[in-house]
């Protein structure tokens, strides 16, 4: 149980294109979804948490215009890239976290992983 | 305050051998820990975590020790296998505060045969 999906894996594009990257909760209702971006061998770093219905939460520096976030049902998140650049090359990983009394673990999908040329 | 200090940054280790990773931290209202796998080209996978209310947590090899007053827990890998060389990331929240995990820098590990 509790697995996230996350498509594309991997994504080339110009620069100045948007990209979206969908994450999705299989198999439980996710009511909080975060996005992280991780450089090479680097640890991963929050981007935004969302919760279901609501406006993301950015972390201090993270561009909103830039990295727009929807979570408009409590299976699916979306992280659109808006005019992206070489600088926005990166892993970007999405984790889930099913809602309730008791606070659940996050699960983490595979990661997309994005080149702009 | 919100850091989480990991430590070694790599570590090689022989098949059958003990790896040992641990971290430091110093918010004390964390209070939940869990320890992620990953591997090259995917997510973390978590593979354990405790909470401040007991000291040690053990599922099959992998054994995580809490030491709250000293704010140090570590990650035992009993007999470890080269199929466990990945990067193992240590983190922490407040799970009262939406569980916003605090990620440390991460360690690879390499068991070699």
């Known amino acids: 149980g509790a697995v996230v999906s996350q498509h594309p894996s991997w994504v080339i594009c110009k620069s100045g294109t948007s990209v979206k990257i969908e994450c999705r909760s299989l198999?439980?209702?996710?009511?909080?979804m975060f996005w992280y971006r991780q450089f090479p061998k680097q640890s991963l770093m929050l981007m935004a948490t969302?919760?279901?219905?609501?406006?993301?939460?950015?972390e201090q520096g993270v561009e909103k215009d830039k990295f727009l976030i929807n979570h408009a049902s409590l299976t699916l998140s979306t992280l659109t890239v808006t005019s992206a650049h070489p600088e926005d090359s990166s892993f970007y990983i999405c984790?889930?976290?099913?809602?309730?009394?008791?606070?659940?673990?996050?699960?983490f999908g595979d990661g997309t992983r994005l080149s702009i040329l | 305050q919100q850091q989480v200090k990991q430590s070694p940054q790599s570590l090689i280790v022989q098949k059958g051998g003990i790896s040992i990773i641990n971290c430091a931290y110093e918010?004390?209202?964390?209070?939940?820990f869990p320890w992620y796998q990953q591997f090259p080209g995917k997510g973390p996978a978590l593979l354990i975590a405790?909470?401040?209310?007991?000291s040690e947590k053990k599922e099959g090899r992998f054994t995580i020790s809490f030491n709250k007053s000293a704010k140090q827990f570590s990650l035992h890998i009993m007999d470890s296998q080269p199929g466990d060389s990945a990067t193992y990331f240590c983190?922490?929240?407040?799970?009262?505060?939406?569980?916003?995990?605090?990620f440390g820098e991460g360690t690879q590990l390499t068991v070699n045969p």
């Open positions: 969302s919760n279901e219905g609501s406006k993301a939460t950015y």
């Open positions: 198999d439980f209702q996710a009511t909080t």
């Open positions: 984790s889930a976290r099913e809602g309730g009394r008791v606070v659940q673990p996050q699960h």
């Open positions: 405790i909470r401040p209310d007991v």
């Open positions: 918010n004390t209202a964390f209070d939940y």
């Open positions: 983190a922490a929240s407040v799970e009262t505060s939406g569980s916003r995990l605090t």
